[in-house]
């Protein structure tokens, strides 16, 4: 899985400066942004300036609080729509306090109603989303190797190899492993 870093550094500055837009285009002060998505003032402004990268989780809180896909956020933060994404065209993006890799191998586009992801997630990890950034968003969870355990709607569901979860989301989202890793495609409706 070290093949995954490759990461390309201007994602984190392009990432910044979308939430700062973000925020500006809906009218919302720092504090009114930090009273929506339970983030501090000081760490939103942080990410804002570049001054640090978002975890999964913080973007999570973010993208639910904009009613935004975190998918969507990539997508904003990328070139234009292509047909052939190759290998190295396609986005990483590391959480820098999880270790998780999120590889958009199929970026969201507007003419295209889903993207794949390619994501890894380190062994005793655990990333919890609280809120859908859309509610009923459709995922289809295909496990490649390891174990995961996926909390929807309050249900836990334990993943293998071959295994396919597919939900909706609707409430919270709490992606787990244990003792082993976890390799996954996920397909965004």
Known sequence: MKDFSDI??????RIA????????????????????????????????????????????KL???????????????????????????QTVWEDPETGFLRRSVSPPAQTLG???????????????YRDPPRPGLEHHLVMLNGALTMTVGGTAHTLTKGDCLRYQLHGPGIFETGKRPATYMLVVL
């Open 8 to 13: 390309e550094p201007p994602l984190d500055d």
């Open 63 to 89: 993208c639910a609080s904009y009613g935004l896909a975190m998918s969507r956020l990539m997508a904003e933060v990328e070139t234009d729509f292509q047909p052939l994404v190759r290998r190295e065209d």
């Open 17 to 60: 400066s979308r939430l700062k837009t973000l925020r500006a285009e809906r009218g919302w002060s720092l504090d009114d942004l930090a009273a929506r998505c339970g983030v501090s003032r000081a760490t939103l402004s942080r990410l804002e300036n570049g001054e640090v990268s978002p975890t999964a989780s913080v973007l999570g």
């Open 114 to 128: 889903a993207e794949v992801l390619h994501c890894h997630l380190p062994a005793n990890t655990r990333i919890e």
